[in-house]
């Protein structure tokens, strides 16, 4: 199942790629102060992308231990975003010949996401008064 090295792993990275992303976030907030665009989620969701992308070649083309790439995806990646684990698996979907599940898990992620956080916030706004 799992054992304490490996979530001690992931729990070392989740505190650096938390980290991580608040830093990037407030610099790309910072930088980009005048735009209404949420370009901080944006950035981080592009670099965490792009990470994972090279992570996962680095580590599958190579004799890496599995702590290792654990504590480098699911921790540092899992904190920094998890939009990256989404972009990883979409595309591994996709080259591995599943487009139509792939293409479903997209449409499923994105518009369940959203729902799920309509929802969220629709069932903790406050009631309105009675009358």
Request: with cysteine.
């Amino acid at each position: 199942m799992f054992s304490l090295p490996e979530i001690s792993f992931v729990a070392c990275g989740g505190a650096i790629g938390a980290s991580l992303r608040f830093v990037v976030g407030r610099f790309c907030e910072v930088t980009w102060e005048a735009t209404k665009f949420p370009i901080a989620t944006l950035c981080v969701n592009l670099v965490g992308c792009l990470l994972i992308g090279v992570i996962a070649g680095i580590t599958l083309r190579n004799d890496t231990s599995p702590l290792i790439r654990i504590f480098l995806v699911t921790g540092i990646l899992g904190g920094f975003t998890t939009f990256s684990a989404f972009g990883l698996e979409t595309i591994t979907l996709f080259r591995s010949g599943h487009l139509t599940t792939a293409m479903l898990y997209v449409l499923v992620s994105v518009v369940g996401g959203c729902a799920g956080t309509l929802l969220g916030l629709v069932m903790t706004e406050p009631a309105p008064p009675l009358s």
